[in-house]
């Protein structure tokens, strides 16, 4: 399952972009609005249809990638933020949403690498850094499980885990409360 911090800042940070004056906004804002009412499919279209005449338009390509995920198509929605990296290393969004989808799929280095690289091209990216916290708290976690595995009577250990655990409940009770 998802960390909800995390799926609302994509979401944030699709506002943002297909918010911003282009030729075509109105494309991309219809394709955003299409998402949000829950129609992906035409939000998909919509933006595919942008993007032949436009295919180097980041803001739409960042959006693209989140319909992609909001439609299962992960491995997509990878391809469209690894690319839009690449183009475009200015911007910092692609590198939160691809450490996100990381996350989702038990990717916890490439997440934190990820998010590592977009700090260090942008050391003012607050929500970076706080994603990595919440991405070492998680592998914290891991570890002091595969550890407990090999040591069960680790007292310390066991209270090392419950502490990261309860982060770990803390951070999705509160941001589920915020939705």
């Known amino acids: ?16 972009l297909a918010n911003s004056n282009t030729v075509h906004a109105d494309d991309i804002q219809d394709a955003n609005a299409l998402l949000n009412k829950g129609q992906r499919t035409e939000a998909l279209d919509t933006i595919n249809h942008y993007l032949k005449s436009k295919p180097k338009d980041a803001r739409a390509r960042f959006l693209q ?53 977009a700090i260090r091209d942008h050391p003012n990216y607050a929500i970076a850094h706080g994603n990595l916290a919440d991405i070492y708290i998680k592998l914290a976690a891991v570890a002091y499980d595969r550890s407990l595995q090999l040591d069960r009577n680790n007292t310390l250990t066991q209270k090392k885990l419950a502490l990261a655990e309860e982060l770990l409940v803390l951070n999705k009770n509160t941001h589920s409360a915020k939705k």
């Open 1 to 16: 399952m998802m960390n909800s911090r995390l799926f609302r800042i994509i979401l944030a940070g699709a506002f943002v």
């Open 65 to 117: 990638g989140l319909i992609l995920y909001k439609q299962g198509q992960t491995e997509e929605a990878i391809k469209v933020y690894s690319t839009l990296i690449e183009d475009y290393p200015e911007m910092p969004e692609p590198y939160n949403n691809l450490a996100v989808l990381y996350s989702e799929q038990g990717e916890f280095i490439k997440a934190r690498q990820t998010l590592e690289m």
